[in-house]
């Protein structure tokens, strides 16, 4: 005999609007982080989604971790070392930002590089140059020739 599922207690899930609203994240981004399997949300009789509370912390969890850079693939691996049916902790963003960290030095140190860089390249309109350490380190186009090598022309339909 098949049985019945439980009836889902409301006052302990939140509609998707209702996590939305709290969370500041739109719908659509909620809809979108459920199909990369960020968050989870259960089906009510009357087929709408509804969620734990603990998706809140979940949703925070992501943002931050976007807002400091990290790659959705790379939050999505980390989401799925947790259990999925609590809140990420203290503890637990301690430790995976701890593993985050060299890879946020390292974009860092390139970004630090680009910028004290990047007054050599600006406006220079060749990038065969043999000072450009951003698009020719080393000048190693200039055994094709003089000129830019990397150039893209788009040629008009009236030429």
């Given at each position: 005999m098949k049985s019945k599922p439980e009836p889902i207690d409301r006052s302990a899930t939140l509609s998707?609007?209702?996590?939305?609203?709290?969370?500041?994240?739109?719908?659509?981004?909620?809809?979108f982080y459920e199909s990369k399997g960020l968050i989870t949300s259960h089906r009510a009789p009357s087929n709408h989604r509804r969620y734990a509370r603990d998706v809140l912390r979940r949703v925070a969890f992501i943002r931050v971790a976007q807002r400091v850079g990290i790659a959705l693939a790379d939050i999505s691996d980390a989401l799925a070392t947790l259990p999925t049916s609590a809140a990420p902790s203290r503890a637990d963003w301690a430790r995976l930002s701890a593993g985050w960290r060299a890879e946020l030095d390292e974009r860092m140190?390139?970004?630090?590089?680009?910028?004290?860089?990047?007054?050599?390249?600006?406006?220079?309109?060749?990038?065969s140059i043999d000072r450009c350490r951003l698009r020719n380190p080393g000048d190693k186009l200039a055994s094709q020739g003089p000129g830019a090598r990397r150039l893209v022309v788009i040629q008009r339909a009236d030429d």
């Open positions: 998707v609007g209702e996590v939305a609203q709290r969370s500041g994240v739109p719908v659509s981004t909620l809809h140190a390139q970004l630090k590089k680009l910028r004290d860089t990047l007054d050599d390249c600006i406006g220079c309109g060749c990038l």
